[in-house]
């Protein structure tokens, strides 16, 4: 760790209003180039606390960087993660403002909630499938506070991973029901097909990158508790929206999602 408690005090703050006020700034290590993951992870979690004391609750976890092609772009060997807000979340046909946001794009996620606490150093695939209550479809809305959505890795950390909302389907399924790795997603936007993919972009298997998620919470002394909320990882491309498109997403056996920008 390179930082002060107040310098990651002070930059928590900095972030946290960029994102209240949707007003974009620099990826915070053109200041502080020698801020490592330990700080920015330290960052994330000092906005965490921020909101918590403004009257808001953390509803799920997520993962990013979870496709093998965004890691080697980013010259990293693991995803990364962060949190979910309660504002944030927004029902299946959503008509979602625009406005709300600086640079939204939307990403075709699998999300599952847990039915019993994941903890590591040695989570794997199949304690994951073992824990699993249910599995839904989702959408993330991602949304960099930072200019350009021009960031490097420490940056994206500290700014809870671009985490800015997400849509839900109301189609659940056990996980013993589904091939999640073969699960098949296509992403429309204003009627054409944007993106498609499966499962398997999700580290090869959506429950890969939950075990993985427990795994870096232990380097926290953190784990995963029962009844969680996880976003998986991007199944499809980020595909940016903006007001006056409309997002439909099918999934093989997991029914549709809709929303609309105004």
């Not at 915070?28 to 993951?37: A, E, F, G, K, N």
């Not at 640079?103 to 903890?119: M, Y």
């Not at 420490?154 to 999640?180: H, M, P, Q, R, Y």
Request: some cysteine; proline content about 3%; glycine content about 8%.
């Amino acid at each position: 760790m390179t930082l002060s408690i107040t310098e990651i005090h002070t930059l928590a703050t900095h972030l946290e209003a960029a994102e209240r006020h949707r007003k974009p700034v620099a990826q915070i290590t053109d200041d502080y180039p020698d801020l490592d993951m330990q700080d920015a992870y330290a960052i994330q979690t000092a906005i965490r606390e921020i909101k918590i004391a403004g009257g808001h609750v953390v509803v799920g976890l997520k993962m990013g960087l979870t496709s093998y092609a965004k890691m080697k772009q980013m010259q990293v060997d693991t995803p990364i993660s962060g949190f979910l807000m309660d504002y944030g979340s927004y029902p299946n046909g959503a008509e979602i403002d625009a406005a709300a946001f600086i640079h939204p794009r939307i990403e075709a996620e699998v999300a599952i909630v847990t039915k019993t606490v994941l903890r590591g150093p040695e989570c794997d695939k199949w304690v994951v499938l073992d824990a699993i209550q249910s599995v839904m479809p989702a959408v993330e809305i991602i949304d960099s506070r930072y200019a350009d959505f021009r960031f490097n890795l420490e940056s994206v950390i500290a700014d809870n991973t671009s985490a800015a909302g997400f849509v839900t389907g109301s189609t659940k399924a056990w996980a013993e029901e589904l091939d999640l790795a073969a699960l098949e997603v296509v992403l429309e936007k204003n009627g054409e097909v944007a993106d498609t993919g499966t499962g398997a972009a999700v580290l090869g298997h959506p429950a890969e990158s939950v075990a993985m998620l427990a795994n870096m919470l232990a380097d926290r002394n953190e784990e995963i508790p029962a009844g969680s909320f996880i976003m998986t990882g991007g199944i499809t491309a980020a595909v940016a929206v903006a007001s006056g498109d409309s997002v439909q997403v099918r999934y093989d056996e997991l029914g549709t999602i809709s929303m609309k920008f105004v």
